[in-house]
């Protein structure tokens, strides 16, 4: 894989590698998540394809040296179009003990630790559950072994600076991110730039930690530990401006586009809850757009006033994790009956209960699919990738407004976390939402169908003789008064199922990556996305004829989606939960399905999937 | 459903004008046909076009009131009426909101809500219809279901202190607090006409008699005999006098409130007079809590004090934004951050 090459400026042979995992890992308190953002935004620069996820603890400040307080930060890039964060790093950037112990098992064979030895004293070896030290007990003999003095090399690099002892060993973050800058041939440009902007209220520390990073950097370049370094070619993707961006940062960017393309306020009902609440600190600086953003007392008042909002005539979002969507479910009932608009965004996390807040999960898809009271269909949308977060949140609006209903949109940990580049939109591509609240007083009827969506009209109160009264009763069909009638009832229930059917006739065609048929075909939704598809890749350039299709709409299926299925032998369908999508494909279809099912609260590894599929074929 | 005229050409609008299509369907004699009445006879004179007024219910029979009114109405889901209306009055704050609710939808399954929209001042006015029961599941305690009450549910005598809900609007500090009782037309009148004059959020407690489950409760208050010595009616900067004589008065004594008889030696000017636009809420609460036998229940208004409401600061703050920064470009927004260019040969820069 691996070329020799002679770099221009550098003293040391460059090798030319096709694609680098990093993981970095240390102390929650650290600053790994800000080294790993800054390698990412230098990546970036350099013009690779990336893929990255943090992984952090529930605890704010787990002590110091503990297990439980190792925040990590993955990151691949490469010179090829890829799709996840990769599989097991070739590199683990441990600042102490417990970090390496975390991590160890995921380190790929002869793959290459870099760690502070200076952290490997007796204190954090106990802490982390060493009895000897693994830096010289020879158990990590399987590995290439990088020890670097980091604490004491970046105080020899500050001494001259007039900060406390403290702050200059908080620099170290940013000499141990100098060396692997040179290790991996990364501009230190974007990065001297963020210090000099993160700091610029103190020109001491911006002099600290720019002299840390080229410290560091300077170090790797002279020292022999280091005989070369490696360089990863830019990637051949589409051309247009790019910024690097994550889930969370899409999904808002989406919404707030979905408001203006509606002309329509937008409002977003929220309760604190991890991974959710980055959507509401978001939208919260956004008030020159015209967002509403309202911090309820719990989930029930997050969604209700939402709907309140959107029953009002604004965009009504609300965004919450499992526990809190588990909350919401009646008042989803609520805005199903009144039939509203309401967006309500899942950052899935590993349940049940409170499970592994920070871990990733998709095993709340039944209970946005189906789990209310009654028969109470709703649609469930699911982005595919960090940037597609900003696509489906207008699609979830889009859908919200023009069907009237509520529409579920399914992320989670991994996806509002994860980041990628993201090729920007040009605005001017982006339908605009129509959005009516006019009826004519003399024939207005609160039920009243659109003959094509079924969509009753969105009378919004302020408008002259149209009042009416809607509500959570069983209405009567066309005037929504409140009706007991068994025959209507039933009407009705159909009538509110064949709304949301109707939505498959806004859902484009399924896109198959590979043949219209054969033996294999997997079917993924979701985060797994990158996983899937590049396993199936993997296979398909071994010469295997395995096919995919990724779903982005899942109630309702796409329209095409059946006679796609009964095209091939096999259908598998990954999923981080024990067979949800599966079991709501069996349901529709009738039709024997595969599954590879994981719930550990990772993402799967590329490997996991492509050893699936060698499996079955 | 009548469609109606364009403003312009709309005569006075009238009680009937306030009357909906729908049947009630409230029990005969029920407490609750008075309050609908009282508000459809007030409507008329509160100045606000019908279009922009929206009765927001939870469940429970109170929660039926919506139907009733020729208005905007939202039928809800069981004690969340109080958050859709915080979101309606947030989205639309031109619109005029009341929410109906009971001493079970508003206290107890929407006891959190309630006490969240009282503390934030949203400009929504609060009708609670308290008759000390569940009516529409017929006949379970409520959270003011006194203690030792005999219910479907607590056969043997409930073991539940009740809550106050004059209390508890004043200890969320709501701005506006009143009561009124469903028997004395006149007076709900006035009290529901001040609520909808007053700009925050305004808690109206109505004593409301369920003739099926619970019937009687309030006719300690009622009797035309005894009413005027068991009532004070609550005047703003007027002495706190009461009685069928108005021989009878309230005073402080150290730092309780105590009933003295006017005449030998006491006169008006021994007794409180009360202020109900105090900011300072301890008064207010001091004479919500009185309970004891010999002691007149407060009716009236009494809480009105002037502060910022929620929604008004929340439309402020996006109007101070966007003089601070313009209207929001979402090209800006998204074209942000450190950004590169990918050129048609594949280079970066």
């Known amino acids: ?617 | 459903m009548t469609p109606t005229a364009p403003p312009a050409a709309r005569p006075a609008p009238t009680r009937q004008d306030f009357v909906s299509d729908q049947e009630v369907r409230w029990c005969p004699g029920c407490g609750d046909y008075s309050i609908l009445a009282q508000m459809q006879k007030i409507m008329p004179d509160l100045g606000i076009a019908r279009e922009n007024i929206v009765f927001v219910s939870g469940i429970g029979c109170s929660s039926r009131f919506p139907y009733y009114m020729n208005t905007y109405g939202f039928h809800t889901i069981h004690g969340r009426a109080t958050a859709i209306a915080t979101g309606i009055k947030c989205a639309h704050p031109e619109l005029s909101v009341w929410v109906m609710t009971g001493d079970g939808d508003g206290l107890s399954i929407g006891g959190n809500h309630m006490l969240h929209i009282l503390r934030r001042n949203v400009d929504v006015k609060i009708v609670l219809f308290n008759n000390r029961i569940y009516g529409l599941t017929k006949g379970q305690l409520s959270p003011t279901s006194e203690l030792g009450k005999i219910t479907k549910s607590t056969p043997v005598g409930s073991i539940e202190h009740p809550i106050n809900p004059v209390s508890f609007a004043i200890a969320a500090e709501a701005t506006f607090v009143a009561r009124a009782i469903d028997s004395e037309t006149a007076h709900m009148q006035e009290v529901l006409k001040r609520a909808a004059a007053h700009k925050g959020v305004a808690f109206v407690e109505i004593l409301q008699n369920c003739n099926i489950f619970n019937d009687g409760a309030w006719d300690s208050l009622k009797d035309r005999e005894v009413k005027s010595d068991r009532l004070v009616n609550l005047q703003n900067r007027k002495p706190l006098v009461f009685g069928k004589n108005r021989d009878k008065g309230i005073r402080l004594n150290g730092y309780k409130l105590e009933v003295a008889s006017l005449g030998a030696g006491v006169s008006e000017s021994d007794l409180l007079v009360y202020d109900e636009t105090e900011t300072d809420s301890s008064f207010a609460f001091l004479l919500s809590r009185e309970g004891r036998p010999d002691f007149p229940v407060p009716i009236g208004v009494f809480r009105d004090v002037v502060a910022p409401t929620y929604d008004e600061l929340m439309s402020r703050q996006i109007a101070q934004a966007q003089a601070k920064k313009g209207p929001g470009s979402l090209e800006d927004l998204i074209y942000s951050g450190m950004r590169w260019t990918v050129k048609a040969n594949g280079t970066s820069v």
């Open chain 1, 1 to 617: 894989m691996a070329t020799k090459s002679q770099a221009a400026n550098n003293n040391k042979p460059v090798e030319i590698v096709d694609r680098v995992t990093i993981r970095f890992a240390g102390d929650s308190g650290d600053g790994i998540q800000i080294s790993g953002n800054q390698f990412t935004m230098a990546t970036a620069f350099a013009g690779n394809d990336l893929g990255t996820m943090p992984d952090y603890p529930a605890e704010i400040r787990a002590p110091a040296g503990s297990l439980p307080g190792v925040s990590n930060f993955q990151i691949s890039f490469s010179e090829r179009d890829i799709h996840t964060p990769g599989d097991a790093p070739d590199v683990l950037v441990a600042m102490n003990p417990a970090a390496l112990k975390v991590n160890l098992r995921d380190l790929g064979a002869g793959g290459t630790i870099i760690v502070n030895s200076d952290s490997f004293a007796t204190a954090n070896l106990k802490k982390a559950g060493y009895e000897a030290n693994p830096l010289e007990d020879g158990s990590l003999q399987a590995y290439r072994l990088i020890p670097i003095a980091i604490t004491q090399l970046n105080a020899k690099a500050l001494e001259e600076s007039p900060l406390s002892k403290k702050e200059r060993d908080r620099c170290k973050n940013f000499y141990a991110l100098g060396v692997i800058y040179w290790l991996y041939d990364r501009p230190l440009q974007p990065t001297l730039d963020f210090i000099a902007d993160k700091f610029a209220k103190s020109p001491d520390m911006v002099a600290a930690n720019q002299t840390a990073l080229k410290s560091g950097y300077n170090f790797a370049d002279t020292t022999e530990i280091f005989t070369s370094h490696f360089r990863v070619r830019q990637a051949q993707l589409p051309p247009g401006e790019y910024r690097n961006i994550t889930g969370t940062e899409a999904l808002v960017l989406g919404l707030v586009a979905a408001s203006q393309l509606a002309e329509t306020p937008l409002f977003y009902g929220s309760y604190p809850i991890t991974p959710a609440s980055d959507m509401l600190h978001e939208l919260a600086y956004l008030k020159n757009f015209g967002v509403k953003t309202f911090q309820a007392e719990d989930e029930i008042a997050a969604v209700c006033a939402t709907i309140g909002a959107s029953y009002a005539g604004s965009i009504g979002v609300t965004g919450t994790s499992g526990p809190g969507a588990a909350l919401k479910s009646e008042a989803v009932g609520l805005a199903v009956m009144a039939e509203l608009p309401l967006v309500v965004v899942n950052v899935q996390r590993a349940g049940p209960s409170t499970g592994m807040p920070t871990k990733t999960e998709q095993a709340d898809l039944l209970q946005a699919a189906v789990g209310r009271n009654g028969e109470c269909p709703v649609v469930v949308l699911a982005p595919a990738t960090p940037a597609d977060c900003f696509s489906m949140a207008i699609e979830a609006c889009r859908l919200a407004v023009k069907y009237m209903t509520p529409v579920y949109l399914m992320t989670d940990g991994y996806l509002a976390n994860g980041s990628e580049p993201w090729r920007l939109p040009d605005l001017t591509s982006l339908k605009k939402i129509t959005v009516s609240h006019e009826a004519d007083a003399k024939s207005f009827e609160p039920y009243q169908r659109d003959p094509k969506t079924l969509a009753r009209p969105w009378v919004v109160p302020g408008a002259p003789g149209l009042e009416y009264r809607i509500g959570g009763l069983e209405k009567a069909e066309v005037t929504g008064d409140v009706s007991y009638d068994p025959v209507n009832h039933e009407r009705m229930v159909l009538l509110r199922a064949e709304k949301i059917r109707r939505v498959a006739q806004d859902i484009p065609p399924t896109e198959i990556f590979g043949e219209a048929s054969g033996q294999l075909l997997l079917v993924s939704w979701g985060s797994t996305f990158g996983a899937v598809h590049s396993a199936v890749e993997r296979v398909r350039a071994n010469g295997k004829k395995v096919s995919s299709v990724h779903l982005r709409h899942i109630s309702p299926f796409p329209a095409d989606l059946g006679q796609i299925l009964k095209s091939f032998e096999t259908v598998l369908v990954p999923e981080l939960n024990l067979g949800q999508l599966r079991l709501l494909l069996r349901g529709e279809y009738g039709l024997p399905v595969v599954g590879l099912n994981k719930v550990q609260g990772r993402p799967f590894t590329i490997g996991e999937v492509q050893q699936k599929i060698e499996e079955l074929i």
